[in-house]
Each structure stands twice: as C-alpha cells, then as structure tokens.
C-alpha cells in the first residue's frame, strides 16, 4: 500500500472524533492514525453526548392519494426540526386554551430528510459506530418512533434496499475480509467471554447451522442474488452497478483492508456470531430456536442472567457462526419469520416485540495456536411502535401486547430521564430503574459505560399521530443530553474469559497485553506478566515515583475535566434556565391577555346591567311619582294661594308687632291702667300672643318648606312629564301624519270604488239598452219573419260581410246599430 493510501486511513481514523482504533484497545498507539495522545484527549473521547439521529418517513402513494394532511414535520436545517400542530390535534386544543405551544422545534445530531437514501442514512449515522465496534467497542442502535414511522424500515430495509443492520454486516465482512477464522471451535459464552468447543460441540454447532438455513432453502436464491450484488465490490474492487447497495458506498467511504492490516498484528482473524431475539410481553424468545418454528409448540422463554461482572446476558441464546453477509441476511429473514407481527389499524406489518439481532465479532489470535484478544458486540434493536392504545384500536392480544410495549417504553424512558439527571452534580443521584424491564436490563451495559449507544427516532408526517409523534420527539429531547461514558476496556470489563468445552475456564485475558507482546505464540500468558517482586529497591522507588507521577498528572486532568464538564453543565443548566424563564413570561403574558379580555367583556356586561336595573328603577320611580297635569295645576294653585295667605299673615304679623312694640312702651302702661287693665296681665297676654305667632310662623314656615320641596319634585315631575308629553307630541304627529297617508288612500280609493259604481251603472244601462234592442228586434224580425224572407238572408249575409271587419267582430249582431249608437258605445268603451 502506497503513501496515499496511509494518509487516507489516519484521515479516516481520526476524523472520526469517537472511534478508537483496535490499538487502543490492546493498549498501543496506532502508527497509521494521528496521534490522538494525551490524557484529556482520551478523557474527551470517552464522555460523549449520546447521538440521536432523526429519520422521516416520506409519504406513502397511499397517503398522498388519501390526502393525508401536510406541513406538520419541517426541516429546517440537517440539525433541526419544527414540529406545526395540526388544526385539529389536541395539542393545537390545548394551545388555544393557553396550554403548551403549537410550533416546537427540536434539535438532534442530524436529521434525514424523507428522500434520504438507505445507503446515505447508513453513512451518516451508524457506520461511525461500525467502525468502533470493528475496532472493539461495543455498541448499541436502537429505533424509537410511533408505529408505522419506519423503524424496520430503518434497522432491516427490504430485499432490493438494505436497512443499516445489512450493510453493518457488509461492513464488518469488507474488515475482516481475508482474516476471517472459519472454524467455529471459538464461540460466544455468557456476556463478554469465549467458549472453546471440542470437535463433537463443533460438529453439534455445524448441524445447527445447517437446520437453522435449510429453514429457509426456497428464499435463499433471491437473498443470494441481493448480497452476491453487495459482494460484488469486494471480490473485483470494481465499480458498483446498483445505486442502492451498501457496497456502494463502502467501496467509496470504507477503509481498504490492507490499511487496517498495517495497523493491526497481521496473525490476528475474526470469528462473526450473530444471535436474534425478541422480547414480546415481557418474555424473551429465541428467533433462531428451531422448535419455535413448529406447530402447536410453546416457545421456550429464555431468562435475563448476570455474569461475575453484573453484565446482563441472555441464557441459554443461540449464537449462530456466520461467514457472510449472505448467511447474516438469511438469519435475519429466518427470524422475522418467528417474530410476533400483527396487523395493526395504523400498520399492516406491525411489530408487536422489541427484537435485538446481536454481533458478536471474536478477535483471535492465527488459526494454528488461537487466543482471544478481544469480543466486542454490535447491536441492533428494533423497538416496537410507541403507540397509544385508542388510536391502534387494540384490544384483546393487542391491547396487552401495548400495554407491555409502552410499559418498556416507559422504563426506558425513565432510566434516559435518571441517567440525565445523575449527571447534574448538584442533584442528588437518583436510583436509575435498568432492572424494571426485559428491554432496559439489556440495555445497561450501553448506558453503563461498556459500550456505545446511538438513537434513531423515526417519524412519520401523520397529522393524525402528530401528538404521538410529539411525545416521541420530547423524549428524544431528553436522550439527547444524556452523556454517555466510555469507559476504556481496562477499566469497564472484565476481559474476555476463555473456557473450555465443560464450561471451566481455560485462561483469563488481559486486554492491556499487546498483540506485539506475544513474543511466542507457544508462550503462555502467565509468563507474560511481570513479577515486581523480582525489581531492585532503586528500580522500585523509581517506578513508585513515576507511578506517582502519572497519579498526580491523572488527578489534573481529571480535575480539569470536572471543571468542564460543570461548567458545561452550568451552562446548559443556565440555557435550559433561560428557555424555561422564557417559556413561562410567554405563558404569563398569554394568560394576562386573556384574563385582560373576559375582565372586559365582563365589566361590559356589568355595565349594560347596571344600566338597565337604573332605566327599571326610574321607569318605576316615575310611575311612583306621576301625577296628572290637572292635579298638578290644582295643586299649583293651592301653592300659590297658601303662599298669598303667607305673605298676608306675614303682614298682619308686622302689624302686630308695630303694635306690640307700642304697648310695650312705659306710655302703654298709663295707657292700659287709664283703661283699667292691669299692666302684667296685658303682658302675659302679649307674651302668649306673640309666641302663639311666633309658633304659627314657625309651622308656616315649616309649611313652606314642605310646599316647596313638593313644588320642586312637582316641576321635576312636570319636566319629565313634559318630555313624555313631547315624546308623546311627536308620536302623535307620526300617527297623524300616518293617518293623513292613510285618508289620502282612503280618499282615492272612495274615488275608484266611485267610478267602480259608475261604470257598473252604466254597463246596467247598456245591458238594459242592450236588451230593450234584443226584444226590439225580435218583435221587428217576427213581424217581418214571412214576407220579408229573402231581405233577411241579405241582411245576414250583409253582417257576415261586416263580422270580418274589426268592429264587426267586436259588436258581434249589432252590425245595423245607428252610427249616433256606435257612437256612445265608443265612447263608453273608451271610459272604461
Ligand atoms: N424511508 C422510507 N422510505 C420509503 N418507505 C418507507 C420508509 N420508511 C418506512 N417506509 C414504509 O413505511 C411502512 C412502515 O414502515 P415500518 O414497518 O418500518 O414501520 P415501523 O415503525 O417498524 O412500524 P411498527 O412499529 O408498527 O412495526 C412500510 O411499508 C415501509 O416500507
């Protein structure tokens, strides 16, 4: 291999900022790759955000012919999406009562748009994966989305068009191609170690193999012609004809070979075991279990174990050696077959089970003397459609086998939701619930730091599952900020265990021993190992001073570390802040609004209200009070006349005091005792006199008072009767004027009943005339009957000359009338 070509593996290698070469693994640097060095660089590898990619389902021909509604999914750039509610969702119904939005926009690592592309879907999101788990890092793609968004579709594609599961095993056959170990005495056991079979296990194995694909002799012939089509690049490196093959674009994007053969011990070889399970209701079958396959036979139920290191593993699971892409699709279609699939409302081919198709790939050392140098696991779990039971119309089977999808569904939902929050320093760790179901049991190691996870969420365009498919992207919201830990292989794993056909182990690995280290491949590895105890005292210190070295350079860098990752943390916590502060002005602002509407609307109620209740009271406060206008004017007079009498006590009671100011005077009293009355009784008399007036001007006055408050209320009165008597006044003169009209109608029409009675008077006098003419004629006609004969032939025909002409015909056989009687005949038809 040239130059050229090395340049291009290390752009490959550390491009891909998360993929960590086979060296790392066995503890070496890669002499093809950059140098990826230094420990915050490692660190920075291993704590990486998990990465959810976004697919959506075009339209089907079926849905566009329904007119399946458009425009709730937009795409607005490869790393956003905008969610519109449709008119009719609840979610829009809940916006409009001020609850929620109805445009939500989520980000994730990137979005497929509905014309991607199988191969370009491939490219852009699990071959990263791949290509750390060829190079020993375990990994995880599971699809999450409502049912009938395209997650099969996704995972498994169709016969002409490979899913990213296919073209994953394409993958890893172009990498191992030529290394490939094709015994099968090295097989898969328990979670993370290898089980080395004895011939007879071996030929066990083999026989299993064969039931297992002659299962499905009838379809191989167009499984083969697909993957000898994918096969085609590999064997002539030539072009490929078909644009939908994974090889496609392998041959254009994927490593030769020779490059990673440059990078990694040339005596190692790959063994490829792939295993298909699915859990439905709770339960795990095996896929690849030949007896499942029979009639009337119950599926065995496999049970969830752990190994010494607490990895979850599947007891009892058929691990099945393949050696190509073929034989890996052929398992593939073997265990569809024996999945649970139901024909849902929303999807025919709905998938009622979480299937999991693992790919255990086994590094071993060359054939003669193997060991196992590694196992890494790729897998693929296609999860089942998170639905809502009312919308599928479930009930029976498929409303249990919902009930159990969403439960899953739920848990994993929860761990994610732990996992987020137990990364937040400041809150305390919750408990994350892996143990709660099937699904997330198996899923733990991923999230645990043993391996790689990445999320596809699958979405369809549906207006009608818009709110489903909401739910989902919220949820992919939150796996997004989930950081995954890497833990290097040394640290995460126990390392792979090798035992023998008894199941006892044979020898236990070390991860961190190179390739390079096995000086012999007769040696063993017990004599690898350094013994320190056989180290000088100087040899010691030195080595306990590095040791401590490398400590205190860990600790900085771990400490830088936290540093950023808190303050990472901080300040994603300060945006989520912010956009939470902002959703909720938003809210109040929303709600002020509203509230500001119904107060007004309600104090324009109010206000019509208390206007009426105001016209009701004076409306009755009127009646109360009216008084006719002749009372009025009695009782005006009255006032006026109590008023005259006032004035004119008022005057007398001048007079009177004129008068007692005179008797009061010293003269007075000569004068009284001149007139013989005693001068203290006349005072007493005054004194009562003038305080009986003094009373009676007191009540006058009181009088007044009264009279005039009533006058006051009376002319009141008279101004509001007054404006009922103009209202009134108009009233009238409308109706008089209305009555005039009318007269004038009458009046015209007295006219033409009048004319009526003439022309009826004379149409009688015609009639009378017409008659007396009649018997006129027939008394002339009987007395002229006999001699006269042949005149009144000529007199008839004389009138059936004239009948043609106008007035012939209108007079009919008054012909011989006189042209004076023609004349006022004329006339009156010209009257009429
Ligand atoms: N990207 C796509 N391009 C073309 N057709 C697609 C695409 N994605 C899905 N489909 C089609 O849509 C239909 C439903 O897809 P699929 O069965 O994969 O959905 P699902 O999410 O697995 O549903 P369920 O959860 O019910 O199993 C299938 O007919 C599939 O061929």
Redesign the pocket.
């Known amino acids: 291999m040239g130059d050229e070509g090395k340049s291009r593996v290390s752009v490959e290698l550390s491009d891909g900022s998360e993929s960590e070469s086979f060296s790392d693994l066995v503890g070496k640097p890669s002499p093809g790759s950059q140098p990826l060095s230094g420990e915050e660089e490692r660190e920075r590898r291993a704590y990486q955000p998990l990465r959810v990619f976004l697919?959506v389902?075009?339209f089907?021909v079926a849905e566009l012919e329904n007119h399946e509604a458009q425009g709730c999914v937009t795409i607005e750039d490869p790393q956003t999406v905008i969610l519109h509610a449709p008119k009719e969702s609840p979610a829009m119904k809940n916006c409009e009562r001020g609850i929620g939005h109805s445009v939500h926009k989520f980000t994730f690592s990137q979005v497929f748009g509905?014309e991607?592309t199988q191969s370009e879907f491939f490219e852009g999101s699990t071959k990263e994966i791949v290509r750390a788990y060829v190079n020993g890092v375990n990994g995880l793609v599971f699809t999450y989305?409502v049912?009938?968004?395209?997650?099969?579709?996704?995972i498994q594609g169709?016969s002409k068009d490979f899913g990213i599961l296919p073209r994953s095993l394409d993958m890893i056959f172009n990498y191992i191609r030529g290394r490939q170990y094709l015994k099968m005495n090295f097989k898969p056991y328990l979670s993370n170690d290898v089980k080395k079979l004895e011939e007879a296990q071996v030929k066990q194995e083999e026989a299993i193999k064969t039931t297992l694909l002659a299962s499905l002799k009838e379809e191989t012939e167009s499984i083969s012609n697909t993957v000898a089509n994918m096969c085609h690049v590999e064997s002539t490196s030539s072009k490929c004809t078909s644009r939908n093959l994974p090889s496609d674009s392998l041959e254009k994007n994927f490593v030769p070979i020779d490059a990673y053969r440059t990078n990694i011990h040339q005596r190692t070889q790959a063994s490829v075991w792939v295993s298909f399970c699915e859990i439905y209701n709770e339960y795990v079958y095996d896929l690849l279990s030949v007896l499942s396959t029979l009639k009337n036979q119950r599926r065995r139920v496999l049970r969830i174990c752990e190994d010494q290191g607490g990895n979850s593993y599947i007891k009892d699971l058929k691990w099945i050696n393949i050696q190509s892409t073929e034989e890996g699709c052929k398992v593939l279609k073997i265990g569809n077959k024996n999945r649970s699939f139901a024909c849902?409302r929303?999807?025919e081919?709905?998938?009622r089970s979480h299937s999991i198709f693992s790919i255990r790939l086994l590094i071993l050392t060359d054939e003669h003397q193997p060991h196992v140098l590694g196992v890494s696991e790729l897998t693929f779990c296609?999860l089942?459609?998170s639905e809502r039971c009312n919308k599928t119309q479930a009930f029976g089977d498929r409303l249990k086998e919902a009930g159990n999808i969403n439960n899953s569904l739920h848990i994993l939902g929860k761990c994610i939701a732990a996992l987020k929050q137990n990364q937040n320093p400041k809150m305390k760790p919750s408990y994350i619930p892996f143990r709660e179901s099937k699904l997330t049991r198996l899923f733990q190691p991923f999230f645990c730091g043993k391996g790689k996870a990445c999320m596809i969420v699958?979405i369809n365009q549906h207006a009608s599952t818009y709110d489903e498919t909401l739910h989902v992207m919220k949820f992919s919201a939150i796996a997004k900020q989930v950081i995954q830990t890497v833990l290097p292989k040394s640290l995460g794993d126990f390392p792979p265990k090798l035992v023998g056909g008894d199941g006892k182990s044979i020898v236990r690995f070390d991860v961190n021993t190179s390739v390079d280290d096995f000086p012999d491949s007769n040696e063993t590895f017990a004599e690898e190992e350094v013994d320190i105890t056989i180290l000088s005292h100087e040899d010691l210190l030195k080595t306990a001073e590095n040791l401590k070295e490398k400590l205190v350079a860990e600790r900085q860098s771990k400490l830088l570390l936290e540093v950023n990752i808190r303050r990472e943390m901080a300040e994603a916590m300060f945006r989520q802040l912010l956009e939470t502060e902002e959703a909720w002005s938003n809210r109040l602002e929303d709600m002020k609004d509203s509230y500001e509407e119904k107060l007004e609307s309600k104090f324009e109620l109010y206000k019509e209200a208390i206007k009426k209740h105001a016209y009701m009271c004076a409306m009755e406060q009127i009646e109360d009070h009216y008084v006719p206008i002749e009372e009025f004017i009695a009782e005006q007079e009255k006032v006026e006349d109590r008023e005259s009498k006032i004035l004119q006590l008022e005057r007398q009671l001048h007079e009177q005091s004129g008068r007692l100011l005179t008797l009061g005077s010293p003269r007075s009293d000569v004068l009284n005792t001149e007139n013989g009355v005693e001068p203290d009784l006349t005072d007493k008399m005054m004194k009562r006199a003038n305080e009986g007036l003094q009373k009676q001007c007191l009540e006058k006055d009181e009088l007044i008072k009264s009279l005039k408050l009533k006058i006051q209320k009376l002319n009141e009165t008279v101004l509001e009767a007054n404006e009922g008597y103009r209202k009134m006044a108009e009233e009238n003169s409308r109706l008089k004027h209305t009555i005039m009209l009318k007269d004038q109608e009458m009046n015209s029409l007295q006219n033409w009943a009048k004319r009526v009675l003439e022309l009826e008077e004379t149409v009688s006098s015609l009639q009378k005339e017409l008659d007396e003419r009649k018997k006129h004629f027939s008394i002339e006609d009987s007395k002229q009957q006999k001699p006269r004969r042949g005149l009144l032939a000529n007199l008839k025909s004389t009138v059936a000359g004239t009948a043609s002409t106008p007035l012939g015909r209108g007079w009919g056989k008054h012909e011989e009338a006189s042209p004076s009687k023609k004349h006022i005949l004329f006339a009156h038809k010209a009257k009429e």
């Open positions: 697919r389902r075009p089907s509905p991607t989305g049912t009938n968004a395209g997650k099969t579709y996704t169709t849902t929303m999807n081919q709905s998938s296609d089942a459609g699958n």
